[in-house]
């Protein structure tokens, strides 16, 4: 059975960091590409970060990029995002996905899915 367990969320000041964990289980991060994904309230779920089998590519949202840094331990089959100079428009619940070899920024293309964590980010 596979499962993504998200911790590491919480609330910080803007301008601050979190670091978000995707523990994974029932699968090798080794074969699957992972992803990081957010949904605020009454918005869509949106693409946020993504790296893909290999670990040799990784894929940012625009309005993350150069803040977020997506990484993974394979020893520990564990995901990763760094958020840095976090700002009040990410706050958002944020879900780690996987899928199996490459990337994609389509939360349709992930076939797993973890419970969430929730980030908030005050002004």
């Known amino acids: 059975q596979v499962q993504l367990v998200e911790s590491g969320g919480g609330l910080v000041q803007a301008g601050g960091s979190l670091r978000l964990s995707c523990a994974a289980s029932g699968l090798m991060i080794s074969r699957y590409a992972t992803g990081w994904f957010r949904q605020a309230p009454g918005k869509e779920r949106e693409f946020v970060a993504a790296?893909?089998?290999?670990?040799?590519?990784?894929y940012y949202a625009d309005s993350v990029k150069g803040r977020f840094t997506i990484s993974r331990d394979t020893a520990k089959n564990t995901v990763y995002l760094q958020m840095n100079s976090l700002k009040p428009e990410d706050t958002a619940v944020y879900y780690c996905a996987a899928r199996y070899r490459l990337g994609s920024s389509s939360p349709h293309d992930y076939l797993y899915w973890g419970q969430g964590t929730q980030v908030t980010v005050s002004s």
């Open positions: 790296i893909d089998w290999s670990g040799g590519s990784t």
